[in-house]
T-cell receptor
Framework: DQQVKQNSPSLSVQEGRISILNCDYT??????FLWYKKYPAEGPTFLIS?????DKNEDGRFTVFLNKSAKHLSLHIVPSQPGDSAVYFC????????????FGKGTRLSVIA | GAVVSQHPSWVICKSGTSVKIECRSL??????MFWYRQFPKQSLMLMAT?????????EQGVEKDKFLINHASLTLSTLTVTSAHPEDSSFYIC?????????????FGNGTRLTVT
């Protein structure tokens, strides 16, 4: 049973517009959420995170929103750039201590110039 | 920022041979490292948690005798795929946290593409 779900395998957006990537989770113990960007044959690169005590975190063009009651988070990228084209993974972890991350299946974002 | 280095980046081996993958934390110490595996178009799946100076913890369905993990120092963990078979062909990625506590991001190596022929 997947605890972190990214239901859209792909998304295509025009350059300059907003990209919205969605993620749902089922484990109510998750209290820390992250987004990673991944290119083929490379490891994931950390983008932005949010803890469960917040509902929004912003870093430049990237904003993550968390809706705990809906167990839903989203990543907004604005304005989208062709260099943003990659696979984006949502991840979550539970509790304090050195815990692993649980990943979604990823969403492939294509930003068209 | 924290850097995790993984070597080799790709390897092709014959069925039945063993392959060792190294994971190093370059500018921080990591008492714990995590090994993930990714099959094509799939998610990153946690294989095992590598603990410095003690035995690794394996996820359900991962054979500990097949995927040997050694975490002999605070900056190095190794994963050895023993008697590799074609179904072991995958993308293996290690990760670690700088500071070793939760609520901070995991930093990932660049992965190792293993192809078993």
């Amino acid at each position: 049973d997947q605890q972190v779900k990214q239901n859209s395998p792909s998304l295509s957006v025009q350059e300059g517009r907003i990209s919205i990537l969605n993620c749902d989770y089922t484990n109510s113990m998750f209290d820390y959420f992250l987004w990673y960007k991944k290119y083929p044959a490379e490891g994931p690169t950390f983008l932005i995170s949010i803890s469960s005590i917040k509902d929004k975190n912003e870093d430049g063009r990237f904003t993550v929103f968390l809706n705990k009651s809906a167990k839903h988070l989203s990543l907004h990228i604005v304005p989208s750039q062709p260099g943003d084209s990659a696979v984006y993974f949502c991840a979550a972890s539970a509790g304090a201590g050195n815990t692993p991350l649980v990943f979604g299946k990823g969403t492939r974002l294509s930003v068209i110039a | 920022g924290a850097v995790v280095s993984q070597h080799p980046s790709w390897v092709i081996c014959k069925s039945g041979t063993s392959v060792k993958i190294e994971c190093r934390s370059l500018d921080f110490q990591a008492t714990t490292m995590f090994w993930y595996r990714q099959f094509p178009k799939q998610s990153l799946m946690l294989m095992a948690t590598s603990n410095e100076g003690s035995k690794a913890t394996y996820e359900q369905g991962v054979e500990k005798d097949k995927f040997l993990i050694n975490h002999a120092s605070l900056t190095l963990s190794t994963l050895t795929v023993t008697s590799a078979h074609p179904e072991d062909s995958s993308f293996y990625i290690c990760s670690a946290r700088d500071g070793g506590i939760g609520n901070s991001p995991l930093h990932f190596g660049n992965g190792t593409r293993l192809t078993v022929t």
